[in-house]
C-alpha cells in the first residue's frame, strides 16, 4: 500500500494530539492515537507510536503513561497551567479598551493552549458580551505602531475624538493631526493611555488610545527627552488621577484609621503613615490635585480631609460649594 503524503507529519500529528486531547483526566490509549492518524491517511502500528512517544519525551513533552484499565497517555505540564489561563481569560474579559470581537479572538486562542476538556472551562467563563467595551477595532495597531515610534525614537501624528449625543465620532481640532512625542503607554482606570510630550505646549499630555485614529509614525525625532526621558512611569503614574496632567504637589491629607488599606491601594507600602490619635493619622503624597482626586477625597464621605496645602483645600472648598449651589439651585425650580 502506497503512504499517505502525510506519512512524515506522524510525529507532529501525534503532538497536536496529545496537546488537545488529552489531560490528567482524559488519557488517550494507543488505539486511539492510531483512529487518529487514520483519519489523515496516516498508518501507525504500536511499536512505531511507542518509539513516537519517547521521541516526544527526549524533545521536553512531559507525556504520562497511565496503567491498568482505562489507562492511556496524557500531556502532564504545559507551557501554562489551567488556573493561568483563566487568569489571562478574566484579564482580557475586564479590559475595556479590548473590543468584545477582539475579546473572543483572543479567547479562542487562549483555549487552543490547553486541552479541549480544560478549554470547556475557559469558555464557559465568558461573559464578554454585556461588558462595557471599546468601539474602536483599530487599537491593536495603534498599540503597535506607538511602540514601534518609542523604539525608534520617533513622533507620532493622529487625529483625536470624542463621541457626540449621537454616538458618532467628533474630532477635535477640526480633523486635525496631534503630533506629540510618545514615552510609554500605561493602564489607567480600565483604559489604556499614551503619555506623551507635546512640543508646541511644553508639556506632559496623556491620550486615550482607543481614541485615537490614523496614527502615523513622523520623520522627526522625539522631543522632551529632559522632561519624560528619565522618568520613572510607575511613581509618576501612582500621582496621576483620571488621567488628568498638570503638576504634583505635596498633598496632606487627616484620614480616620479604617481608610489606611485604601491609601496604601492607591499609593503603595511605602507610603509614610504618621499616626495623630487613636481614631486618625495622616499622609503626605505627591498627586496631581485634579478634580478626580478631589471627588477621591470627597468619595470616603467625611473620612478624609486635605490639611494642606491651602490651595489644594480651597479647591476642595470651591469645588463643594459649586456642586451644592448647583443642587440647590434645581430645588428652587
Given at each position: 500500500m502506497a503512504k499517505s503524503p502525510n506519512q512524515k507529519l506522524k510525529i507532529v500529528y501525534l503532538m497536536d494530539f496529545l496537546r488537545r486531547s488529552s489531560d490528567e483526566n482524559h488519557p488517550v490509549s494507543i488505539a486511539d492515537m492510531i483512529r487518529y492518524l487514520e483519519g489523515y491517511g496516516i498508518s501507525a502500528e504500536r511499536k512505531s507510536l511507542y518509539d513516537d512517544i519517547e521521541?516526544?519525551?527526549?524533545y521536553g513533552m512531559d507525556i504520562i503513561q497511565v496503567k491498568g484499565p482505562g489507562g492511556g497517555y496524557y500531556l502532564g505540564s504545559r507551557e501554562f497551567e489551567l488556573p493561568e489561563l483563566k487568569l489571562l481569560v478574566d484579564?482580557?474579559?475586564?479590559?475595556?479598551f479590548i473590543t468584545g470581537k477582539k475579546?473572543?479572538?483572543?479567547?479562542k486562542k487562549v483555549e487552543a493552549l490547553t486541552s479541549t476538556y480544560e478549554a470547556g472551562t475557559l469558555h464557559r467563563q465568558v461573559y464578554v458580551s454585556n461588558r462595557i467595551k471599546t468601539m474602536n477595532e483599530s487599537i491593536y495597531y495603534n498599540v503597535d505602531k506607538i511602540h514601534t515610534a518609542i523604539a525608534s525614537d520617533r513622533q507620532i501624528l493622529f487625529k483625536y475624538f470624542e463621541y457626540s449625543v449621537s454616538k458618532?465620532?467628533?474630532f477635535r481640532r477640526g480633523g486635525q493631526e496631534y503630533a506629540v512625542s510618545p514615552y510609554a503607554?500605561?493602564?489607567?482606570?480600565?483604559n489604556y493611555y499614551l503619555i506623551a510630550f507635546d512640543g508646541l505646549s511644553g508639556q506632559v499630555r496623556h491620550y486615550r488610545v482607543d481614541k485615537m485614529a490614523s496614527i502615523r509614525i513622523s520623520d522627526k525625532v522625539r522631543e522632551g527627552k529632559n522632561v519624560l526621558g528619565?522618568?520613572?512611569?510607575?511613581?509618576?503614574?501612582?500621582?496621576?488621577?483620571?488621567m488628568f496632567a498638570g503638576t504634583a504637589e505635596k498633598v496632606r491629607l487627616s484620614c480616620e484609621n479604617h481608610l489606611a488599606g485604601a491609601v496604601?491601594?492607591?499609593f503603595g507600602k511605602d507610603v509614610i503613615i504618621v499616626s495623630t490619635d487613636d481614631k486618625c493619622f495622616t499622609v503626605t503624597v505627591d498627586v496631581i490635585p485634579s478634580p478626580q482626586f478631589l471627588a477621591w477625597v470627597f468619595g470616603f464621605e467625611g473620612g478624609m480631609k486635605i490639611v494642606s496645602p491651602a490651595s489644594v483645600a480651597e479647591k476642595m472648598s470651591r469645588l463643594l460649594k459649586e456642586s451644592l449651589a448647583m443642587y440647590e439651585s434645581e430645588e428652587a425650580k
Open positions: 521521541a516526544l519525551r527526549t484579564s482580557v474579559q475586564a479590559s475595556r475579546s473572543m479572538a483572543l479567547i458618532e465620532r467628533s503607554l500605561t493602564w489607567n482606570n480600565e528619565g522618568m520613572n512611569m510607575a511613581e509618576y503614574t501612582e500621582k496621576v488621577f483620571g496604601i491601594d492607591r
